[in-house]
């Protein structure tokens, strides 16, 4: 500043030449400067593109050009797609700093050094000519303003640019995380030239012409550096979705198989454009909006939730325990409080946790114990602990494997029912069994080691959660009871009935009990009946056996053997039901009756029990004619009674299921078991939410899982096909809850139910009863069309779920979420369900 003084008092008595003199040195020194600092910048910009295609033509070399058809072409289509991914399911890419980003930080740092070079010249410059800048301080201010004013321009520039670069359809978390460096150095640099520049403002005013054309090529190359990054960041989180899908872009197969849609339509074909790989910015702009309208909906978004209050609290069945109903019940002789009483609104509030709740233990250990406090009961240990049902051992309770009829196992009754009776082939000839009055299931729980599926029921009554028991344990089974109403199966789907001292009345009201046994039994099937009036010689006992006796043979089964266990000092009768009308024709009392022609006995979602029977189908080309091939040919082989009808999507109905089995095999493989976030070795207990030919079941196999399937009441009715294959299900409204206890499934799969329960009742109401259902970190996967996908989206968030994977295209999308431990802790009482 002493200098600048100095140079005012000179200048007052310096000449007119002098300063023209001067005006022209400081030109030329300008003009040299800008055609010295603009031939060394051009270079490394140029340099640094050849390098990003070569860099980008060595990353296109190295995915297979055979893969390029997975989703529709792999340099890019991800992101026109509205690819999103969150949360830890999905491996992400580290924010290191790779060779190209150390290409660009060299560029910039190259900006930098030619600036500083070009500003030491200036100095020199100044220093040389100090006597002789004597222009005035009025163009030095002037020019520190407007340089600081097109500096603040500049940021904004770049501002801009780094807010083009988010307007993708890319949920860009891991991008940004990995950008982040490099847009701080880009900011932090901008910094550094403007306080630099505006230091060196105030001791000259002379070099305001190149920092002004310094400033520029600094926004080129800025502008460049950050349009390489983008294009660097797509090629990388190409790979890393790769990465995540593990494969999904390895097989062409399954192409068309990742999202189709409800008819089955390939919807992932090759685009008709020309833009290639290259989403354009009218799409991505158009389906941001829709996302971020569908994502700002309070209907979803805003949803406040509550714990619902109920005397059953973390127990509570909106179904099974609405006592504003059960206490107005003309009669319970036949058990109708323990059936189905659904309130008129269902409940959007969440059930609370148990306290000390743990993630279950996983299968197979789950078998034989569970954490104490995840199903805090003991009423059960207490009366069945003697007969090896369950006991209380610390803060577990465990589980002998016994039974009331096989207290020294489950695994030695099981042989001893073969053994009585070797035409049963357990996980051959039969292979999906209904297990009555189940208590705990032990008995389905270790038929898995005979390849045998047991849907099990009991009723929610005194004995406190025994079908939580089982749930917890990894054993399949539901809460229903045998009382006024049809169980919720189609008729002739199982291969063998069993009941260990089920305490159901067979013999009463003219056998109606039995008789709908009768309708769910397979022709041919068996009926295993372990109860004291087989054994024991009591009052009560002979008079029950002789009523047995006399049912059973006019409903024409036969008896095959009556057998005693001498270890568990038990004995079992098996019945086989006829597989023709002959019997039936031969009766001399029409008692039981027939049931009408018209009776359906397939329609069993709330239809009241009749005591008939229905006739044996003899048709060859009808269901129920033949056995089923043995498993596990039968799993994949189409049924015979198909060769008439047409599929649910609108082929021929075995073509139509080859076709879906096909479908749903590429789908597991290839994105479900690699790519979703799922350790599928931890989940045991799954449910198909709208099953169809049962293929997403079938698919899993191999896989040490067993799977729920459930049609829909107003789906297509495929539940015969599924139970024809060795699978099981069952019917159900999903406008009500369903007939479990809370926290029993780690995975639901939901394939486009969302949208088509939306036409009949709130989708809120549902999502509530999928988070009662499914245990704290298991997994919802849902594929529907793109609104729904969005709609679920937010709710989950709303919940506090975690985004595990979101993939969307031509109007259809997959989601996959996970449950987490978070409650509301607002209270909202439940009126009808509080005793």
């Known amino acids: 500043m002493a200098t600048g003084k100095y140079s005012r008092v000179d200048g007052r008595k310096s000449s007119r030449y002098c300063s023209i003199a001067t005006i022209v040195v400081l030109v030329v020194f300008c003009l040299v400067g800008i055609w010295m600092f603009v031939s060394s910048s051009i270079v490394p910009v140029k340099n640094s593109e050849i390098l990003t295609l070569e860099t980008r033509n060595e990353v296109k070399q190295t995915v297979p050009k055979g893969d390029s058809k997975q989703f529709d072409d792999t340099s890019g289509d991800l992101f026109g797609a509205e690819t999103r991914e969150d949360g830890g399911g999905l491996p992400s890419k ?31 410059n100044q220093e040389e000519n100090h006597a002789n800048e004597s222009s005035d301080e009025k163009i030095e201010s002037e020019s520190a303003h407007k340089m600081d004013e097109d500096d603040a321009n500049g940021n904004g520039k770049d501002g801009e640019t780094n807010s083009r670069d988010g307007e993708s359809n890319v949920d860009t978390r891991v991008a940004e995380n990995e950008g982040g460096e490099m847009k701080k150095t880009l900011h932090t640099d901008s910094e550094e030239s403007s306080g630099e520049n505006g230091s060196e403002s105030a001791e000259s005013g002379k070099n305001y012409e190149l920092d002004e054309a310094a400033d520029k090529m600094k926004h080129v190359s800025k502008e460049a550096i950050l349009t390489e990054r983008k294009n660097d960041e797509n090629q990388d989180e190409q790979l890393e979705q790769s990465a995540v899908d593990n494969s999904v872009e390895n097989n062409n197969q399954a192409s068309n198989e990742i999202l189709p849609a409800g008819t089955q339509s390939e919807i992932l074909t090759e685009s008709t454009t020309q833009n290639g790989a290259w989403s354009t910015q ?7 909006k829709k996302s971020q309208q569908s994502f700002m909906s309070s209907e979803y978004n805003d949803h406040q939730w509550k714990i619902c209050k109920s005397t059953a609290g973390p127990d509570y069945i909106p179904c099974l325990d609405n006592w504003k109903v059960i206490r107005k019940l003309p009669s319970t002789n036949h058990y109708e409080h323990r059936e189905r009483h659904c309130p008129d609104e269902a409940p959007t509030c969440l059930v609370p946790l148990p306290e000390g709740y743990k993630c279950s233990i996983k299968w197979p250990k789950s078998r034989d114990k569970i954490w104490y406090y995840n199903v805090p009961h003991t009423k059960l240990a207490k009366v069945k602990g003697h007969q090896n049902w369950v006991k209380v051992t610390g803060e577990y309770l465990t589980f002998p494997g016994g039974g009331t009829q096989f207290v020294n196992g489950a695994l030695h009754y099981i042989d001893f029912i073969q053994d009585s009776v070797p035409e049963i082939a357990w996980g051959k000839r039969t292979r999906v069994i209904l297990d009555v009055g ?19 029921f009991a009723p929610k009554d005194e004995h406190e959660a025994q079908v939580q028991f089982a749930l917890e344990r990894g054993i399949p089974a539901i809460l229903n ?9 189609p008729s002739s789907v199982f291969d063998l009935v069993h009941c260990a001292r089920c305490r159901v009345p067979w013999h009463v009201e003219g056998g109606k009990l039995l008789l709908e046994l009768n309708r769910v039994l397979r022709p041919g099937g068996y009926f295993v009946w372990s109860a004291t009036p087989v054994y024991r010689k009591g009052p009560e ?10 049912l059973t043979k006019s409903m024409c089964w036969d008896l095959v053997v009556v057998k005693k266990d001498k270890l568990n000092n038990i004995g ?102 690699k790519g979703m976030g799922i350790n599928w070795s931890s989940a045991r207990n799954v449910m198909d939410m709208k099953a169809v030919y049962g293929g997403f079941a079938a698919a899993l196999k191999d896989l040490k899982v067993w799977v729920m399937n459930v049609v829909p009441i107003d789906s297509p009715d495929t539940l015969p096909m599924i139970y024809e294959r060795g699978l099981f299900g069952i019917y159900h409204d999903w406008c009500e809850s369903f007939n479990t206890y809370p926290r029993t499934y780690d995975v639901l799969h939901a394939d486009h139910l969302f949208s088509s329960i939306k036409k009949r009742c709130k989708l809120v109401t549902v999502i509530a009863e999928v988070d009662r259902i499914l245990r704290p970190e298991g997994k919802l996967i849902v594929r529907d069309n793109s609104k729904t996908i969005s709609e679920v989206e937010s709710m989950a968030k709303s919940l506090q779920w975690e985004i595990l994977m979101i993939y969307s295209k031509d109007n259809e999308g997959l989601l996959c979420v996970r449950k987490t431990f978070w409650r509301p802790t607002e209270e909202e009482p439940i009126k009808n369900a509080i005793v």
């Open 438 to 456: 189940c208590g705990v299931a032990s008995f389905g729980g270790y038929l898995f080691e005979r390849d045998v599926l047991a849907m099990s």
């Open 94 to 124: 580290d924010p290191g700093i790779t060779d190209e980003d150390n290409s660009a930080e060299n560029l910039v740092v190259g900006s930098d050094n030619e600036e500083k070079e070009s500003q030491n010249s200036a100095e020199k």
């Open 541 to 550: 006992d002979v008079g029950i056996w002789k009523e047995m006796s006399r």
């Open 481 to 489: 009871v045998m009382g006024t109403k049809r169980l919720p199966f």
């Open 282 to 288: 009218a799409v991505e702009s158009q389906n941001e």
């Open 572 to 673: 079992a009768a098996i019945y086989q039901k006829p597989t023709s009308n002959d019997c039936y024709k031969k009766r001399s009392r029409n008692a039981p009756p027939l049931c009408e022609e018209s009776d359906d006995p397939n329609a069993a979602w709330d239809v009241p029990l009749q005591a008939c029977m229905h006739k044996v189908p003899v048709d060859s080309t009808k269901r129920g004619s033949l056995w089923p091939a043995q498993w596990p040919v039968r799993l994949e082989q189409p049924p015979y009674w198909l060769n008439t009808q047409v599929g649910v999507y609108g082929k021929a109905a075995q073509e139509d299921f080859t076709a879906d089995y096909n479908h749903w095999k590429a789908v597991v493989s290839q994105l479900y078991l």
